[in-house]
């Protein structure tokens, strides 16, 4: 028996260190599944955007978000990923996470960063020159987005500390490309035609079957974007995310409706575009707490988002005269705050509540709320600093003739659609 006991252990030993392994090894291919889903967003953006604006700035609008996803994968490569998280052998310069064994975050992480650049192209469609945005997008990526994300997933940020929740990103990464593009929208004005003798006209995209394609595209990486966050996979960890992604599911779905049906009362008629900013509303609305919510409160939450996002870009568009071209302020900031507001309202940490109406008290809603402040207020200053500074240099705005015939030739040297004739789409 004195033999036979430590052959025993040692069979336990290597069985555990081999479930751990493994264990490991499917965290690492979740989280590379996630990222492959999440890149594909950067096609659903592009579609969203082409679709939601006029024809003759398509090829502007896709070199945009081709633009974004080469200049985050290189700047958050290079700076972006060592602000964020700190600590490095390399200092802030091309810290090579490949060979440290960590490709996989890596990757995820740098499609984060291309997402809130990449939500700032579509607001300030069809009248921003290409050469500012580049630059804009190369200071996003390697320091707005980067710095504001370290303050809750470096694991020693000061949001951390506090116990502020933002699962997958509703501030920090939505709310921070939406109030960035709500300055940006500002300060390069509104297209020309927008607001008369100070009524709102109209200016429909051209083709809404890509936008509603977009949205498909953008649900799918979703469940990437919410689910990878888990970070790992296996035992408590597929389950947590398995949950995740249903929750996400279930509270885009809610979105979809909420916006449906408030446009049916409103207009009178189910508004598609609107409807579409719902679905995205109630993707939001879950991201940061994801982790942290019931199927119900997953449900209730995209609703409620999905009806504050029609109203807000109403308010955004007709009392404040802004022009958003396709109300990326609203769907990302403030669904954004949503989104990270809810959890301290009936958020919850396994069986127990923490939200104000569950048991939790007023807590957790201060946390939230003094997190959702401090990110909108990081990104309007930083977005403000920038753009206004290149606004003063080198400008922001094409010419009245430029925007006229479309950016695409100006700007590019080639149309989206050969053969069409252009009557201003």
């Excluded at 508004?271 to 679905?279: D, F, R, Y």
């Excluded at 109300?327 to 396994?350: C, E, F, M, N, Q």
Aim: neutral net charge.
């Amino acid at each position: 028996m004195s033999l036979i006991l430590p052959l025993i252990q040692d069979n336990t030993a290597d069985l555990v260190t081999e479930v751990a392994k493994i264990k490991k090894d499917m965290g690492m291919l979740w989280m590379l599944l996630s990222a492959i889903l999440v890149f594909f967003m950067q096609a659903g953006f592009t579609l969203v955007e082409s679709g939601m604006t006029r024809s003759k700035n398509a090829v502007n609008i896709a070199m945009k978000n081709l633009l974004d996803i080469c200049v985050g994968s290189l700047t958050y490569w290079m700076i972006g990923y060592s602000l964020m998280y700190g600590s490095t052998s390399n200092g802030w310069f091309f810290w090579s996470g490949l060979f440290q064994g960590k490709g996989a975050d890596l990757l995820f992480q740098t499609m984060f960063a291309a997402t809130a650049a990449t939500i700032v192209s579509g607001a300030i469609a069809g009248r921003t020159k290409y050469s500012t945005y580049v630059i804009f997008s190369v200071i996003m990526t390697s320091l707005i987005y980067p710095i504001a994300g370290g303050w809750q997933w470096q694991g020693e940020g000061w949001l951390t500390k506090m116990g502020f929740i933002d699962f997958a990103g509703s501030s920090i990464v939505h709310s921070v490309g939406g109030w960035a593009a709500l300055v940006a929208a500002i300060l390069v004005g509104p297209r020309i035609g927008k607001f008369v003798d100070d009524k709102v006209i109209p200016i429909p995209g051209h083709n809404q079957i890509l936008a509603t394609l977009g949205v498909f595209i953008l649900w799918l990486g979703w469940f990437g974007f919410n689910g990878g966050s888990q970070l790992a996979w296996g035992g408590d960890d597929a389950i947590a995310a398995s949950n995740i992604v249903l929750l996400t599911n279930i509270s885009a779905a809610a979105g979809g409706l909420g916006a449906l049906i408030t446009t049916w009362i409103w207009y009178g008629k189910p508004h598609l575009a609107q409807t579409l900013n719902g679905a995205l509303a109630g993707l939001v609305s879950i991201t940061a707490g994801c982790g942290n919510m019931t199927d119900i409160g997953a449900a209730l939450a995209g609703l409620i988002g999905g009806i504050l996002v029609v109203f807000s870009i109403e308010f955004i568009e007709k009392k404040l005269k802004i022009d958003d071209a396709i109300g990326a302020a609203s769907v990302h900031g403030v669904v954004g705050v949503w989104g990270t507001l809810v959890i301290g309202l009936w958020g919850v940490t396994g069986d127990k509540g923490i939200g104000l109406f569950n048991g939790g008290g007023f807590s957790q809603l201060g946390v939230q709320a003094l997190g959702a402040f401090a990110y909108a207020l990081w990104a309007i200053v930083l977005a403000f600093a920038v753009l206004f500074t290149l606004k003063k240099t080198i400008g922001l705005r094409v010419s009245r003739e430029i925007e006229e015939k479309g950016l695409d030739l100006a700007e590019h040297g080639t149309i989206a659609y050969p053969g069409k004739r252009d009557r201003g789409e």
